[in-house]
């Protein structure tokens, strides 16, 4: 008698069209990873309680020095104080080490200057390559008890433009022609004596000056004795001041003189055989 094998021939067939059933399933959705937020960039300048940056943004050059000024253009008088918050660089200066930061007028104890005041910037690095570095920074006002008015911040930019400067050529440099040096100032007396003065021809008022003179005799010798002089013009004002003294033995002898002359130009005279001469002229300065 012979076994029928068709039931067994089904099972298989069953068993097969199930693993296939079961492989075909998708695999499960993974969960999705949250994007995070992006950061919030401050809004520069605007007006609280009307004061405001002037200007909101400012521009500078490496090196330079620049300031930013907080002022009640509405005068409420509501904010009386300010102070620097943290300063946020940008682009190759992220910690604002290439910026020297201050508050003027200078704050007190707990680090309030008063309104109207000034943010100053001072670049202390000049190099390249071609950039502009930023600085983003909160001012903080305050009221008049120097308590921090809420809501009270407004910010401000500054921008350092760094440029790479052109190498210098090297010029040689002319040699200058020496100028003759110039004669002092002379006089020839009526009997032939040479006076010469060596002294500054230009002195402020309140000041002394401090003038020389060598007489030389008509036959080419020092002189000797003493001379008188004064300096203002005319010598009988009062505000002339006058002054002697003994010449050395090169025939020369300095002479000082309170300068009480107002402002532009006197003279100097001397005295010599009983006449007065005009020497030079002198320039009083402020």
């Known amino acids: 008698m012979k076994t029928s094998r068709l039931p067994l021939m089904v099972v298989v067939l069953f068993g097969a069209t ?34 405001e940056c002037q200007p909101a943004v400012a521009d500078m050059l490496h090196g330079e020095t620049q300031g930013i000024g907080l002022v009640d253009v509405e005068g409420l008088g509501k904010v009386t104080g300010f102070r620097i918050g943290d300063i946020a660089g940008t682009a190759g200066d992220v910690g604002a080490s290439e910026v020297e930061v201050s508050q003027k007028p200078a704050p007190n104890a707990a680090g309030w ?24 920074f909160p001012v903080i006002l305050g009221g008049s008890q120097e308590a921090e008015i809420s809501g009270g911040n407004i910010w401000c930019q500054m ?13 040689p440099t002319p040699k200058p022609t020496p100028s003759p040096t110039p004669e002092p100032p002379f ?6 004596f ?10 402020q008022i309140g000041a002394r000056l401090e003038a020389t003179f060598q007489i030389i005799t008509p036959e080419g010798l020092p002189a000797k004795g003493t001379i008188a002089a004064s300096l203002g013009d005319p010598p009988s004002d009062r505000k002339a001041s006058h002054a002697s003294g003994e010449v050395d ?20 005279y001397i005295s010599h055989g009983g006449k007065i001469y005009e020497v030079t002229e002198i320039t009083i300065n402020p």
């Open 18 to 51: 199930l693993a296939c059933e079961l492989s075909a399933q998708p695999p499960p959705a993974a969960t999705p990873t949250p994007t995070p937020k992006p950061t919030s960039t401050p809004k520069i300048g605007g007006r609280v309680f009307g004061v």
């Open 113 to 136: 200057s008063t309104i109207p005041g000034t943010i100053e910037f001072k670049s202390l690095k000049v190099d390249g390559p071609p950039r502009t570095e930023s600085y983003i």
């Open 187 to 192: 006089i020839i007396t009526d009997d032939g």
């Open 249 to 268: 033995t090169e025939g020369k002898v300095t002479l000082s003189f309170d300068v009480n002359w107002p402002a532009g130009t006197t003279k100097l």
């Open 159 to 171: 921008n350092v433009k760094h440029t790479v400067p052109p190498t210098p050529t090297a010029t």
């Open 194 to 203: 040479r006076i010469i003065y060596s002294g500054p021809l230009q002195v």
